[in-house]
């Protein structure tokens, strides 16, 4: 459906590994003063002087995480680099360098392999992160990367799933449930597409929601401006596997419990639109869907006057007690316990 047509296929063994290496890394550049040597010896050589170092690691297999026959090369590369530094924001970090590490079998050409470095060349630019290495082998059958970020943060400014406390406010950024359902979108075309190859679909009412899944973009903007508006949360969790088990994430490392409020929870008007039309419930969605990539955080009840109004921050619920329970507040006011998976609506 969306595969490369690109008809030049240049197999790897025409380059063997070390040319392979040399020519997907020879567009690196290296922009942090940390990086004091990048891809080229036997390691990478870092110095943060006197910076906490964070460090994160994501392994993205085909045929389990991803699905090339939706998924373009390039925007693969881009979502694995993206994985890996939204860990690192969720740290309140900052991303600084990445290693790259792939498995590849022949059936990919240097094309193939091109395209995937092209996403991740553009992630790191965007987001201003060095390539400082990486290992590159042949694997049987599927394609296997796995992504390494580095990061640092002032000391004492680092943020742990485990700092919450009663009373504080929980806070997510962004909107959540659109990659989940523009999954469903993909999903839902690639059936279509297996029926009549031919089939043009018009994805452009789902724009949104696809570029969500396929695109998905971490949160470097949300630390940045925590920064600026001096609010160290207390505790934060990057979303990627939905809302409830990143809130079940922070109550138990925090020992505490949470209200969270449905009728808080932003969600696109595509997302809600979608929900409507694939006959599911939107709070289910937001809840257990995943790979939102926004940031899931707890702040102190008198750091509200600078979060307040702010569009990109939205209050959705707060900590309790930890004997009072993590509960959903339905708009119908009943409380419901928050569960990891299979949340049912019980509301109507
Ligand atoms: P070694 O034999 O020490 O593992 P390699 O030949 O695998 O060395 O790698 C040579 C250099 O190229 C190293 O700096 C390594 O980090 C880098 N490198 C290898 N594969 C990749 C890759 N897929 N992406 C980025 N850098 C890579
Ligand atoms: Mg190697």
Same mark, same amino acid.
């Given at each position: 459906?969306l ?10 063994s025409e380059?063997?590994?070390? +040319? ?15 990086t ?6 036997d390691?990478?050589?870092?110095n943060?002087?006197? @910076? +906490? ?8 297999v ?20 993206m ?11 900052m991303?600084?360098?990445?290693t &790259?590490s792939i498995?590849?079998s ?7 392999l ?6 991740i ?26 992504v390494t ?21 929980? &806070?997510? @950024? ?13 999903e839902?075309?690639k059936?279509?597409?297996?029926v ?7 994805l @452009? ?17 949300i ?6 508006l ?9 979303? @990627? ?13 925090s ?5 969270l ?9 595509? &997302?809600?639109?979608?929900c409507?039309?694939f006959?599911?419930d ?28 702010n ?7 707060y900590?309790?007690?930890k004997?009072?329970g993590?509960?959903?507040?339905? +708009?119908?006011?009943q ?14």
């Open positions: 459906m595969e490369d047509k690109n008809p030049q296929r240049t197999p790897l380059l063997g590994e070390f +040319r392979l290496i040399e020519h997907l890394t020879e567009q690196i550049t290296l922009s942090h003063k940390s004091i040597k990048g891809v080229g010896d390691a990478a050589v870092l943060f002087k006197s @910076s +906490r170092i964070v460090v994160t690691t994501d392994l993205l085909e045929g389990i995480h991803f699905d090339l026959s939706y998924m373009p090369l390039k925007h693969l590369g881009y979502k694995a680099v994985v890996n530094l939204s860990d690192c924001y969720a740290m309140n970090a991303a600084t360098q990445i &790259v498995a590849v022949n059936r990919f050409p240097v094309e193939a091109e395209e995937l470095y092209g996403g060349n553009t992630a790191c630019k965007l987001y201003n992160i060095d390539l400082v290495g990486g290992d590159t082998t042949s694997s049987t059958s599927g394609l296997i990367i796995s970020a580095i990061g640092e943060v002032k000391e004492g400014n680092e943020v742990f799933r485990s700092g919450a406390n009663p009373n504080d406010l929980l &806070v997510v @950024s962004g909107d959540i449930g659109g990659a989940y359902m523009g999954l469903q979108v993909l839902r075309e059936e279509v597409f297996k009549n190859p031919n089939s043009q679909p018009d @452009s009412m789902y724009s949104y929601i696809i570029e969500r899944q396929l695109k998905p973009e971490a949160r470097k903007d630390v940045e401006l925590l920064e600026k001096e609010v160290i949360p207390t505790s934060m969790i990057d979303i @990627s596997d939905g809302l409830s088990s990143e809130i079940i994430h922070i109550c138990k490392q020992k505490v419990g949470v209200d409020y449905e009728n808080k929870i932003p969600l696109d008007p595509q &997302v809600i639109s979608t409507e039309e006959d599911i939107s709070t289910t969605v937001a809840l257990n869907g995943g790979e939102d990539y926004e940031l899931l955080m707890t702040i102190s009840q008198k750091d509200y006057p600078k979060i307040k109004g569009p990109n921050l939205t209050v959705i619920g900590m309790t007690e004997e009072t993590m509960h959903l507040i339905t +708009r119908a006011e409380r419901i316990p928050i569960i990891a998976k299979g949340w049912n609506s019980l509301s109507d």
